[in-house]
């Protein structure tokens, strides 16, 4: 069944609000990015590239706090690992063999998800993957942009407190994921563990020893047949 | 590795994991010790880097004019207030108190 206008419309309004406020998370990216010591140049390549914005913002602060690129990346790769849940549930919206599964690939985001499996009709999510895909991934790279020219303007981002930025925007991001008892204490336990070691390992890694907790609790929870 | 190696090669690993979501055997993905790892590592890991990238600097733990924005924008969360006034309320904040020190 062909989409009415009426639908079309909302959908196409719903995505271009969601791109606006992304485009605000966008901006604060590309100025923490900077402030983090990236270039302009790298800063602008992990949103076209990563876009998966949890990650990068990670990637950056982990490497700006002194971290090695490489437990950056890692923990980029592993916070990117809930986009192949989404993936699964998009499956039926772009999946099939070819071309069309490996560009819609790229734009399997907490956006996009939202978004595509909100519908009924499998056309309807296909506008709605598609329309968000286009209106979050333009304001999301125009507003790294923005973000990084107008901090690399900036002399000395402390002055104006931009270290503060990201710890806030990992807050932010967190806040709404945060639903239960469980989700509490093994958050608490990994943030724990990664103060305790920071002085006794190089940075970066404790991060990484919070992910091996973290992994560790869930399979314990999972044992346990905790709900 | 260089920075541009790190660029490059955790994109590479986040483009494959979305691609594995829409490839890979539903079973695997629907494994429930793997679903369960797959909830519990975003919110940890966003926690833990709230917490390490407020109070260490290098490899020493630190309470400084960041605990105190973290602490504005907990309360700014908590007031369901934007996404940017959250961030923003934190760096005034940090910014405030290093002016006054």
């Given at each position: 069944?062909?989409?009415?206008?009426?639908?079309?419309?909302?959908?196409?309004?719903?995505?271009?609000?969601?791109?606006?406020?992304?485009?605000?998370?966008?901006?604060?990216?590309?100025?923490?990015?900077?402030?983090?010591?990236?270039?302009?140049?790298?800063t602008a390549a992990l949103s076209l590239l990563m876009f998966t914005g949890a990650s990068q913002f990670a990637m950056v602060s982990l490497i700006g706090g002194g971290g090695s690129p490489v437990a950056g990346a890692a923990t980029a790769v592993l916070l990117g690992t809930r986009n192949a849940f989404y993936g699964l549930r998009l499956s039926?919206?772009?999946?099939?063999?070819?071309?069309?599964?490996?560009?819609?690939?790229?734009?399997?985001?907490?956006?996009?998800?939202?978004?595509?499996?909100?519908?009924?009709?499998?056309?309807?999510?296909?506008?709605?993957?598609?329309?968000?895909?286009?209106?979050?991934?333009?304001?999301?790279?125009?507003?790294?942009?923005?973000?990084?020219?107008?901090?690399?303007?900036?002399?000395?981002?402390?002055?104006?407190?931009?270290?503060?930025?990201?710890?806030?925007?990992?807050?932010?991001?967190?806040?709404?994921?945060?639903?239960?008892?469980?989700?509490?204490?093994?958050?608490?336990?990994?943030?724990?563990?990664?103060?305790?070691?920071?002085?006794?390992?190089?940075?970066?890694?404790?991060?990484?020893?919070?992910?091996?907790?973290?992994?560790?609790?869930?399979?314990?929870?999972?044992?346990?047949?905790?709900? | 590795m260089s920075v541009w190696a790190a660029v490059i090669g955790a994109s590479l690993g986040c483009y494959l994991l979305k691609l594995a979501g829409l490839s890979v055997p539903e079973e695997l993905l629907n494994d429930r010790r793997v679903a369960r790892i797959a909830t519990l590592l975003p919110v940890a890991l966003l926690a833990t880097l709230a917490v390490t990238q407020t109070f260490t600097t290098g490899r020493h733990v630190t309470v400084d004019a960041r605990a105190a924005g973290l602490a504005v924008a907990a309360t700014a969360q908590l007031l369901r207030a934007p996404f940017l006034l959250v961030v923003a309320s934190a760096a005034a904040t940090a910014a405030a108190v290093r002016l006054l020190h």
């Open positions: 069944m062909p989409l009415d206008d009426r639908t079309r419309r909302s959908i196409i309004r719903d995505a271009v609000g969601i791109g606006v406020a992304t485009g605000a998370y966008g901006l604060s990216f590309g100025a923490i990015s900077v402030t983090a010591g990236l270039s302009l140049l790298q039926r919206v772009i999946g099939g063999p070819g071309q069309r599964r490996a560009l819609g690939a790229q734009f399997v985001i907490d956006e996009t998800t939202a978004m595509a499996v909100a519908p009924d009709s499998v056309d309807a999510a296909r506008l709605a993957f598609w329309a968000t895909a286009v209106s979050v991934f333009t304001l999301w790279n125009v507003g790294t942009l923005v973000g990084a020219v107008g901090a690399q303007a900036i002399p000395d981002p402390k002055t104006l407190g931009l270290d503060a930025a990201a710890p806030a925007a990992f807050l932010a991001l967190l806040a709404p994921r945060m639903t239960g008892r469980h989700l509490w204490a093994v958050s608490l336990t990994a943030a724990l563990v990664a103060l305790a070691s920071a002085p006794l390992v190089p940075a970066g890694i404790p991060v990484l020893l919070a992910a091996l907790v973290t992994v560790v609790a869930g399979l314990r929870l999972e044992a346990r047949g905790k709900g | -």
